[in-house]
């Protein structure tokens, strides 16, 4: 059978003929009738095509003693008219293969567009992440599927080592441990928290050396030059014995230099008082009133007491008791 029997065969319609119930000639119908479910221009446009031979239909024929080989246009660009004018055309709707096709700028654009998704798909052929999981996964790593208790488990703890590897391979400065924390004041501006830091240990330090000299201002000088003996004192115990007697002559100096008010055997001392006093002050050459803490007025007193009496009302207590405690003594005894 013909070709071009063929296509008229199964993808053509022929006109229908008309009764001739009067003699007026039939009104000719021009257009292509296509047998198609869906209209050309309408929808999709891409048609597949689930026969094996994908190849285009060609065609021979002979012109003198010379074999000519030719592809054949699809039916869409042959056809125009009716069927009666595709079946009178006399210009053979034949191309030479390997011919050149003219192409415009639609199909050139689509060609583009057909080249970058192939070569796309290639790359990503290419790249093992973007590969397709061959086995398919759940999100605890286990298999999906009928499996074993142990194999769940198997999967699961596999999982579990690669992220703990992984979490160990990265980078500190990806995690943001090393990474130090910004803080900024209402107006916007970085604060440097080190040397804010720095500066409130500073203060602290400062109000504490304060504080202690505050301290300190309110004891006396002898109270001060005594703890410093007694640091001195404590720092001389290293180099000295467990067991110290009598005639240690370092002792001995050191109580007969002690101040007693109370002192019965002070005026039999053979060594005079020096004229300063504990702090290195000069003292007062003349009489003074006593006081509890046998402190000495300074070399700058006038002689007049400033006092409020406390320390005369004190001793004059003190004596008035031991008189009356002698003269009940002396009372007794004559009884």
Do not use: C
């Not at 109270?223 to 067991?243: N, S, W």
């Not at 702090?279 to 009133?289: E, F, S």
Request: proline share 5%; charged share 30%.
């Amino acid at each position: 059978m013909p070709l071009a029997d063929y296509l008229a065969k199964n993808y053509l319609t022929a006109d229908p003929v008309k009764k001739k119930s009067t003699k007026r000639k039939a009104r000719k119908e021009s257009g292509l009738i296509i047998t198609d479910d869906d209209a050309p221009g309408w929808g999709n446009e891409e048609v597949k095509d689930d026969d094996d031979d994908d190849g285009p239909l060609t065609g021979e024929y002979r012109i003198g003693n010379t074999l000519h080989t030719h592809q054949l246009m699809p039916y869409m660009h042959l056809v125009s008219g009716n069927s009666t004018e595709f079946r009178k055309s006399k210009k053979p709707a034949w191309q030479t293969v390997g011919a050149p096709t003219p192409q415009d700028s639609d199909q050139a654009a689509a060609d583009a567009i057909i080249t970058a998704s192939v070569a796309e798909q290639s790359h990503q052929a290419r790249d093992p992440e973007d590969a397709p999981a061959v086995v398919p996964l759940m999100e605890s790593g286990a298999h999906a599927g009928l499996q074993t208790a142990e194999q769940v488990t198997a999967a699961v703890n596999k999982k579990r080592a690669e992220e703990l590897r992984r979490f160990h391979e990265q980078d500190a400065s990806e995690l943001g441990h090393s990474t130090e924390t910004i803080y900024r004041d209402a107006s916007g501006r970085i604060i440097n928290v080190a040397m804010k830091r720095a500066e409130a240990r500073r203060r602290a330090a400062e109000e504490e050396a304060a504080a202690n000299a505050a301290v300190e201002a309110q004891k006396g000088a002898v109270q001060l030059a005594a703890r410093a003996q007694r640091r001195q004192d404590l720092a001389e115990a290293k180099l000295l014995p467990v067991a110290r007697y009598a005639d240690d002559e370092a002792l001995n100096d050191e109580l007969k230099s002690r101040e007693r008010w109370n002192d019965p055997a002070a005026a039999f001392l053979s060594s005079k008082k020096e004229g300063r006093s504990v702090t290195g002050k000069p003292l007062y050459g003349g009489p003074a009133a006593p006081n509890r803490y046998g402190i000495r007025p300074g070399h700058r007193w006038d002689g007049v007491d400033r006092g409020n009496g406390f320390e005369a009302e004190y001793f004059a207590a003190q004596n008035r008791r031991r008189n009356h405690s002698q003269l009940e003594y002396a009372w007794q005894m004559d009884e």
